[in-house]
């Protein structure tokens, strides 16, 4: 898999770009934990999570947020985070300008900058939201939330308490329009460590899946 340097809003970032033999093959950006405890583009949620869309069919594209391994910059507390994953997605639509589809997967702090990324770019078809650390930021943003996804967590969540995940959840289905589908991984802890990793991953393959199928939003 190539790794590839594109240029972000602080100076270059490091990625991970697998993409298909197919042209129009859709595209889907994968984005990582909280650099400052310890998040990388080659955390196992974020790479299993890269692999589930690349052996679905999609392009996909994971990189290194600002100041992460060779990536340029330091920690902007989300904003240039922000930005960054706009970069990352402007240049993975370069390269595949004929993509059907566009989709966004985030893991606990890369799951907030995922939902931000949604409200900006109307293109995005669907979204991956896996342990959305509720409590510590604000989703308020998502009004309203502008296309279908999944968010997924575990029960025995102790980062994020799976409470505040349901609240987010319930406020995200008084909206029309859209559909937000909820998973709960029962005994996983925030990390999926095993063996609730394969369940997690089956559980978001077969929802892409399932949305592929269809052509609503």
């Not at 999609?58 to 391994?69: A, D, K, Y």
């Not at 308020?140 to 609240?167: E, H, K, M, W, Y």
Request: proline letters at 7%.
């Amino acid at each position: 898999m190539p790794e590839v340097i594109f240029p972000g809003p602080e100076g270059r970032l490091e990625g991970r770009y697998h993409p298909q033999r197919e042209r129009d093959a859709p595209i889907a950006i994968i984005l990582h934990p909280h650099p400052q405890f310890g998040g990388t583009m080659n955390n196992r949620v974020v790479y299993n999570l890269h692999y589930t869309f690349y052996n679905m069919g999609f392009t996909v594209l994971r990189f290194n947020f600002r100041g992460v391994g060779r990536s340029q910059g330091e920690y902007d507390q989300g904003i240039g985070e922000l930005s960054d994953a706009a970069s990352a997605l402007d240049y993975l639509q370069s390269m595949n300008p004929n993509a059907k589809h566009c989709w966004v997967a985030g893991f606990s702090f890369g799951a907030w900058i995922g939902m931000q990324l949604l409200m900006r770019r109307p293109e995005i078809t669907g979204f991956i939201s896996v342990s959305p650390p509720a409590n510590m930021y604000d989703f308020s943003f998502l009004a309203p939330c502008p296309s279908s996804g999944l968010v997924i967590n575990g029960t025995a969540d102790r980062v994020a308490p799976p409470q505040d995940t349901v609240n987010l959840v319930n406020k995200l289905h008084e909206q029309k329009g859209i559909t937000i589908t909820h998973e709960q991984i029962e005994g996983a802890g925030h990390f999926f460590e095993d063996p609730h990793m394969e369940t997690m991953i089956d559980n978001v393959g077969g929802y892409v899946r399932r949305r592929l199928t269809e052509t609503t939003r």
